[in-house]
């Protein structure tokens, strides 16, 4: 009794208030129980590349994993090896020239990123600008910070572009950071050079930094884009990249940042006072993985994706869905029939009629509350499956 009286005087720090728990983790309990009762669910929710990075980057961390000189900390600033390589990718398929010792920095994943840069640039109080919808982490860790967020629009009338008459009528004052992710997640909206230029020249106008988060330039998409290919935009813009679906290595957790040299020392001072570097192994096989073939790239980037793309199409015409065939990336954004109140009506019959789990677009924000994203991270068998069991549910 002592105990428990204890414990109700102790209290979570009141940012835990700002922020619920993440989607995805909540409803993996649910899935889990209904495996447990024996239901086979097939997820078609989450964007993990369910294929195996290339041979020679698996070989390559299994060789230094076996080396006695491997296993101490790492810089925080990461290894030369690996920010070498990342500025030889950004040279070979942006034609973006980098400084590999003064304009990258290694992440352990984009996530992760999102902290460390808005610690660097945003104080309490202070606004962020964030994409609605959008990745729901932008949100959140801004909130668990003290940041104030700010939408803005993404609508399919503007091709889920930025509408930047209304952010010029928006209240600027006091904004620091405008978070951007083109190819865009979740709506599979493609960079443009033109959308990438009028974002450089909003940063530099208003004194904003964007952060462009770019990781699905490579999926479905044989010309990728970057931010940083628009002149003037390392002066006022951060990119970040990651090698968890362009080189299927998610729980790898190997992202980076490219920006000017001021900004980098900024974000690696904050960096440097919360981890102690990735294992040595995993950035010299990521620098290997960075010199995957173009061949390598199109089979497991675009031939793979793209059959799984026409089941997923077939799916979402099933369900009565209507989407947009010029979309790139992992996923398939589609509009629900108005005989549905809204996305999660939908998502959970789907779920609970025909066991199977795609994601309604409400948690990406209002602006997805009529719209669903399957993702193709699942082998085409169990896509076919899944688009067997909604026929059967829709009969």
Known sequence: ?????????????????AVAEYYFSRKLKEIARLNAEGQDIISLAIGSPDMPPSKKTIDKLCEVARQDDAHGYQPSAGTPELRQAMAEFYKRWYGVELDPQTEIQPFIGSKEGILHVTLAFVNPGEKVLVPNPGYPTYTSLSKILGAEVTYYNLTEENGWQPDFGELERMDLSNVKLMWTNYPNMPTGAAAHIETYRKLVDFAKRHGIVVVNDNPYSFILNEHPLSLLQVEGAKDCCIEFNSMSKSHNMPGWRIGMCATNSTFIQWILKVKSNIDSG????????????????DEWHKQA???????????????????GCTFDKSQVGMFLWGKIPDIYTNAEELTEKVLHRARVFITPGFIFGSNGERYIRISLCAKDTKIKEALERIKNMTA
């Open 1 to 17: 009794m002592t105990e428990n009286n204890h414990s109700t005087l102790i209290k979570p720090a009141k940012r835990i208030d």
């Open 278 to 293: 990735i294992f040595r192994g995993l950035q010299l096989a990521a620098a290997e993985a960075y010199h995957n073939s």
């Open 301 to 319: 980037n675009i031939e793979i994706y793209t059959n799984r793309r026409k089941l997923a199409e077939q799916i979402m015409t099933e369900l």
